[in-house]
């Protein structure tokens, strides 16, 4: 399995960004996908995952403000980050989980003004 990741990039505190990570490859129709991020200096940390039925688990810090969802036609899951804050700035990682877990490469999340 592949993931390509994409969305990432320099916002301001207070805006939004969209992450999509699109997976290729022997997909399984039961999966979870979703992100983990991880800031410098600190460990890798759950953010947002999804399963293949809708259901959703999200970190504490992002309720209300990060929304994931998913495409299972086109094996894509989607990360609409609002209200940004300085402390969301992190590399994120999309995860595909099925038979094995898979990594995408990480797309960087810069919140500043």
């Known amino acids: 399995v592949q993931l390509q990741a994409s969305g990432g990039g320099l916002v301001q505190p207070g805006g939004s960004l969209r992450l999509s990570c699109a997976a290729s490859?022997?997909?399984?129709?039961?999966?979870?996908m979703g992100w983990y991020r991880q800031a410098p200096g600190k460990e890798r940390e759950l953010v947002a995952i999804?399963?293949?039925?809708?259901?959703?688990n999200y970190a504490d810090s992002v309720k209300g403000r990060f929304t994931i969802s998913r495409d299972s036609r086109k094996n894509t899951v989607y990360l609409q980050m609002n209200s940004l804050k300085p402390e969301d700035t992190a590399v994120y990682y999309c995860?595909?989980?099925?038979?094995?877990?898979?990594w995408g490469q990480g797309t960087l999340v810069t919140v500043s003004s």
């Open positions: 995860l595909y989980d099925s038979a094995n877990m898979y």
């Open positions: 490859g022997s997909i399984f129709s039961d999966n979870v």
């Open positions: 999804i399963g293949s039925g809708g259901s959703t």
